[in-house]
């Protein structure tokens, strides 16, 4: 329980200040209550390892209460007869997840997963040789961490899943799905009743109140000759914009507030938390799911599923939940010395959103992030429910281009743009949770020490490199190994040293930037001295000390049929060769799609749930 939410505990916080004067208490009192509100355990689902030790059968187990987990549970539990069991490996979010600007203090806390990727020619300014990868241990999952940026990619992303044999999954098909979670709080024209809806879980919200530095990029992008674009979830996704954020009443709308917390007292729905699966069990010689092992307090307890097991821990952890279980490659599983259930390619086809982020700098004045102003913000926020605190802003601009064909629909790039204020390093220190060198950390301490800064990220959407996820050991609560294979196709490189040229080098050119007084700034690495600055070879060393990932692992359990040599679950998602065992999360993407992963994946919990449910119920009516 939150320390805030404990009545005894704030009564003796409050009684301590009594001598400050009422006004104060009172506004302290406040303060508890708005965190108390915002975070306290009543939110959420209780913890119900108690009944299912009492009674371990359920007709669904669904493993990870994520992006798309959250979705499923809620969504099978709509019916009445079956009994459904979520189970997740963290708990419930925390006042870091629910307020919307501090999102990036999430990382490397107890509710991240805090993965690495192994060393490469790439991330090399990182103390390990390997980037950071961020991933939700908490109700909610990523969308409980993540930037809340709500993009759904692009419609060939979906119409190419389904030439590739993989029925119902086409932009047409899907988009029923993107419309059914959401509830679109902005500006509702017949043109976006086509692409929004207004009656789903999931609160989105439009931006409405442009910040001043994201009216500064914007200009500095159309003046490049990007199109200012008002929706990239409708007709078209290339062009420029603040784009929607899963936000409702300045707090986080995560999975779990959107899906998790309205059901909360549903009777057929119970959660474990805190909880481990640690493998997915089979019936003696054969290869149909009986139930799986949960690893809770030092004990391993197990619960036994009538109907199926669905994985849904996201595109690291559910292929090392296969893994585990005998589901994947049978020389790695031979290695591991596993029994084999199923010879697959688990962990395969892992792609990534890499990203190289590029510096400009404007004097500012440090006081801006003082503790007192810091202190006033969060009191603004509890009290009133405003302030710097209940958006993502100035960090929501993103863009999209495509660096071959500028008349393309199809983009290859995307930019992100964040916006530092001087002497951030005490408030939101990025970069030292990413575990970046001493060097090139110390270089933006010094260029963010008394000035703005803007990190333009340059995202490729449509990498060639393709990496892998084996298994470390036998142990389930040790990390996998993730090996990232980041520029390992020379195209990607060449792909995102296109798009530094054409836009992000260029930004600094524009009337935008010059009047703000934006100037483009070099980290000075040691590795890309000798360089001239602009030059392939200096943007390539660049991208290869200081690479980053925009937290978008997919493709590890590749969706396609039979004939798909590569493919681990059709296109119901049940996996090959085996019964009553789906995985429905980002793992499943035959490839990562153009955009930001979370909303395709809570797409695909809900079409992953409306195809068991046509499974199930088709079967109760024929009997």
């Known amino acids: 329980m939150s320390w805030a939410c404990d009545p005894s505990m704030t009564s003796m916080i409050v009684d301590s200040y009594q001598a400050a004067g009422p006004l104060f208490v009172q506004t302290l009192q406040s303060i508890f209550a708005a965190q108390c509100a915002l975070v306290g355990d009543h939110i959420w689902p209780d913890d119900a390892t108690n009944a299912v030790l009492q009674d371990p059968n359920y007709d669904f187990i669904v493993v990870g209460a994520g992006s798309a987990g959250a979705v499923v549970a809620n969504r099978l539990s709509e019916v009445p007869d079956w009994k459904v069991l979520l189970v997740e490996a963290g708990g419930n979010p925390t006042l870091t997840t629910e307020i919307p600007q501090v999102f990036y203090n999430s990382l490397k806390t107890s509710i991240d997963w805090g993965y690495s990727t192994q060393p490469q020619n790439a991330c090399r300014s990182y103390k390990t040789k390997g980037c950071y990868w961020p991933r939700g241990k908490v109700l909610g999952g990523c969308s409980s961490i993540n930037g809340m940026f709500y993009v759904r990619a692009n419609k060939a992303d979906y119409d190419e899943w389904a030439a590739d044999g993989n029925y119902g999954w086409s932009y047409d098909e899907v988009l029923p799905?993107?419309?059914?979670?959401?509830?679109?709080?902005?500006?509702?024209?017949?043109?976006?009743?086509?692409?929004?809806?207004?009656?789903?879980p999931l609160h989105i919200i439009e931006p409405n109140d442009?910040?001043?530095?994201?009216?500064?990029?914007?200009?500095?992008?159309?003046?490049?000759?990007?199109t200012q674009s008002t929706d990239i979830n409708g007709d078209s996704q290339i062009g420029i914009l603040a784009t929607h954020s899963n936000i409702k009443d300045s707090v986080r709308h995560s999975t779990a507030r959107a899906f998790l917390a309205p059901v909360k007292d549903r009777k057929n729905l119970h959660v474990i938390k805190n909880g481990l699966v640690t493998k997915v069990l089979f019936n003696p010689g054969t290869k149909t799911v009986k139930g799986?092992?949960?690893?809770?307090?030092?004990?391993?307890?197990?619960?036994?599923?009538?109907?199926?097991?669905?994985?849904s821990a996201g595109a690291i952890n559910s292929p090392q939940l296969l893994l585990l279980s005998g589901i994947g490659p049978k020389k790695h599983l031979q290695d591991m010395n596993i029994e084999i259930v199923a010879d697959l390619p688990v962990g395969e086809n892992l792609q990534d959103h890499v990203f190289v982020p590029l510096f400009y700098k404007m004097p500012g004045d440090a006081d801006l992030t003082s503790v007192k102003n810091i202190a006033a913000a969060f009191a603004e926020y509890f009290l009133n429910g405003t302030g710097v605190l209940k958006g993502t802003h100035p960090h929501r601009v993103i863009s999209f281009m495509n660096?071959?064909?500028?008349?393309?629909?199809?983009?290859?790039?995307?930019?992100?743009?964040?916006?530092?204020?001087?002497?951030?390093?005490?408030?939101?220190?990025?970069?030292?949770?990413?575990?970046l060198g001493d060097e090139v950390y110390q270089e933006f301490l010094k260029m963010n020490k008394d000035n703005f800064v803007i990190l333009v990220y340059n995202v490729l959407l449509h990498?060639?490199?393709?990496?892998k996820i084996i298994l470390n050991s036998k142990n389930p609560l040790e990390h996998p190994l993730i090996y990232a294979n980041y520029f390992e196709e020379s195209e990607d490189l060449k792909t995102v040293i296109r798009?530094?040229?054409?836009?992000?080098?260029?930004?600094?050119?524009?009337?935008?930037?010059?009047?703000?007084?934006?100037?483009?700034?070099?980290?000075?690495?040691e590795a890309c001295k000798g360089f001239e600055e602009e030059s392939d070879e200096h943007l390539e060393c660049v991208s290869r000390e200081v690479t980053f990932s925009l937290y978008h692992p997919t493709s590890t359990a590749k969706m396609g049929p039979k004939s798909d040599k590569e493919a681990v679950v059709d296109p119901e998602l049940k996996v090959h060769g085996v019964e009553r065992l789906r995985v429905i999360d980002a793992s499943i993407m035959p490839f990562v799609v153009r955009g930001n992963t979370n909303a395709p994946t809570i797409m695909i919990g809900e079409k992953g749930a409306d195809l068991i449910k046509k499974t199930w119920l088709n079967k109760h009516s024929e009997l």
């Open 499 to 525: 798009a530094m040229k054409q836009h992000s080098l260029k930004l600094g050119s524009t009337k935008a930037f010059k009047e703000a007084g934006f100037k483009l700034h070099w980290l000075d690495i």
């Open 210 to 226: 442009p910040n001043v530095f994201e009216q500064i990029i914007i200009k500095a992008g159309v003046e490049l000759g990007m």
């Open 403 to 435: 660096t071959l064909d500028p008349s393309s629909s199809i983009p290859d790039m995307e930019q992100h743009y964040m916006v530092v204020p001087p002497g951030v390093s005490g408030m939101l220190d990025f970069l030292e949770k990413h575990n």
């Open 177 to 200: 799905y993107f419309m059914k979670s959401e509830n679109f709080t902005g500006e509702y024209t017949d043109e976006r009743k086509k692409y929004h809806n207004q009656d789903g």
């Open 292 to 311: 799986v092992q949960i690893h809770k307090d030092g004990k391993d307890i197990i619960v036994n599923a009538k109907k199926e097991v669905v994985v």
């Open 463 to 467: 990498p060639k490199s393709k990496g």
